[in-house]
């Protein structure tokens, strides 16, 4: 059983979602809104969104039915998000690691995944902030949207009930570790080519090799192939 519910305006879904799941047992529950004030993202970075022309959605998972590990969890969440996506615009999304999805080189999703134990029930909190309809992003030249990277209107609403149906069935049944690994790796953004990192204030070229269940990303650099967390390296692009 699934719950989707809708307000108007909030600070953040992830934030707001804690007071629906106090009432509702449901294994699946999404809060969404199209106009977030205060979104937030991996490792405390900001997420702004444009009210009405974006969505910022959240769904809350009971850990107890996840059979895989939190990093596995993580990859599998953005793996579906691409698959939707993809569907969605017949075009190849990819997974710029850990967890962002990117279209046509350009950043449409962000993904924030916490665990909150709310009402004796332990969940995975989902959330993710897709540009859908924004025209102008301002200074920040890396980030996109569906209506940007295809030149396709589509309906915010049925949008939302699209992907929350899509993501209920594809968190019902989650493959192996091994299969996860394996699809991660296989849309992993700029996996195989020359790109340039950022790396103690300094650039240079690397090539990103695969990423791992640990959820370290191996990189082959000037000095040999090594291996970063989030943050420890940026990828220029």
């Known amino acids: 059983m699934s719950q989707l519910f809708y307000l108007k305006e909030c600070s953040s879904t992830n934030d707001e979602i804690s007071k629906f799941l106090l009432y509702d ?5 999404s809060l969404h809104t199209f106009h977030q004030t205060q979104g937030r993202g991996q490792y405390g970075n900001t997420w702004a969104a ?9 769904l809350a998972v009971k850990t107890q039915n996840i059979l ?5 969890f993580n990859y599998y969440t953005a793996i579906i998000i691409r698959d939707f996506l993809a569907n969605l615009t017949e075009n190849e999304a990819k997974i710029k690691w850990p967890n962002d999805i ?8 962000g993904i924030l995944i916490e665990k909150k134990k709310i009402n004796q029930n332990t969940y995975f909190i989902i959330g993710a902030g897709f540009n859908i309809l924004q025209e102008k992003f301002d200074e920040i030249s890396n980030a996109g949207s569906l209506f940007t990277q295809t030149g396709k209107h589509f309906d915010i609403n049925q949008f939302t009930l699209s992907l929350h149906d899509f993501l209920v069935e594809k968190l019902q049944t989650i493959p192996s570790e091994r299969e996860i690994m394996d699809s991660f790796n296989a849309y992993l953004f700029r996996k195989d080519e020359i790109s340039v990192f950022e790396l103690d204030e300094k650039r240079q070229n690397g090539i990103i090799r695969r990423a791992d269940e640990k959820g370290e990303l191996w990189i082959e650099l000037e000095d040999g192939l090594q291996s970063f967390y989030h943050k420890e390296i940026k990828l220029l692009y």
């Open 25 to 29: 047992d449901s294994d699946f529950i």
């Open 50 to 58: 444009t009210a009405g022309k974006n969505l910022a959605y959240t």
């Open 68 to 72: 895989v590990s939190d990093f596995m």
């Open 102 to 109: 990117i279209l046509k080189n350009k950043k449409i999703v």
